[in-house]
């Protein structure tokens, strides 16, 4: 099993808190962990994603009926809008995220989780830094799916990728293959000099630090990230909603 090493500041915290921590065979230890057995503590480290103007949080809501936690998983829904007559979008989809009450980094942060595909479905599994402006502050993008595809992306974006231009010096995203129709890992290392993902313990890519004289090519060293766990719909590029793929859910087991 490989797990998530956290920042000096967490470990403490979690030590003085009394919590177990379990070796693993590489070195690794768990030093968090969450397996979504009670609903009742999903507020200490979670908060639901509010509604934005990008694609990616434009149907963002709160209604109850977006989230759930059974059988061991968190259950994020994306849904046709028959349900809130006051709400003016056609369509309502969940996300969570623990800005402001938990971060990572210097470690390995893991995924596990079952993505039910469907025409338009977006779900996304992603990492950003509190209190910095996009893109500058870096974006870790751990996992992205587009509709049924039996790929995800996994990719970086800086200032150096997004405003520059310059995403193959270093690559800064790549392709993977999935088990569509199972539970997938996702995972990537952060280190103050580079970042490592994987799928299912298969390395993917890794996005180093270089010598540069560009500005920003890697914001992403020795920095606290929060987590985006979002089922979304529709937008630029996975493309118009079809509403007879609705309702679509992913399932989340166990993030470590």
């Not at 609903?39 to 990616?56: A, F, M, Q, V, Y």
């Not at 800005?99 to 990492?127: D, H, Q, V, Y």
């Not at 049924?148 to 995203?173: A, E, F, R």
Request: aromatic share 14%; glycine share 8%.
């Amino acid at each position: 099993m490989k797990v998530l090493k956290m920042s000096v500041l967490w470990v403490m915290l979690l030590l003085f808190t009394s919590c177990a921590q379990k070796e693993s065979g590489d070195g690794y230890k768990v030093v968090w962990e969450e397996n979504f057995k009670d609903s009742t503590k999903l507020e200490n480290n979670w908060s639901k994603i509010p509604r934005g103007r990008s694609d990616w949080n434009n149907y963002m809501s709160d209604y109850d009926g977006l989230f759930d936690v059974k059988n061991g998983n968190l259950v994020l829904k994306g849904i046709k809008n028959t349900v809130l007559p006051d709400d003016s979008v056609p369509y309502l989809t969940g996300g969570v995220y623990t800005k402001g009450k938990r971060t990572f980094m210097n470690g390995r942060l893991e995924i596990r989780a079952r993505l039910f595909g469907a025409l338009s479905a977006w779900p996304a599994f992603w990492l950003l830094p509190e209190n910095e402006q996009w893109p500058h502050g870096g974006e870790i993008d751990i996992m992205e799916r587009l509709n049924l595809d039996d790929y995800v992306y996994q990719t970086v974006h800086s200032d150096y990728t997004y405003n520059q231009g310059i995403k193959d010096n270093p690559k800064s995203g790549v392709i993977a293959h999935i088990k569509p129709d199972t539970y997938n890992v996702y995972a990537v290392e952060l280190f103050a000099d580079s970042l490592s993902f994987f799928i299912n313990d298969t390395h993917t890519f890794t996005y180093p630090r270089i010598e540069t004289d560009k500005s920003g090519q890697f914001p992403f060293g020795d920095k606290e990230f929060y987590l985006l766990l979002d089922m979304q719909l529709g937008g630029d590029w996975v493309g118009p909603v079809n509403e007879q793929d609705l309702p679509v859910e992913m399932h989340i087991d166990w993030i470590r």
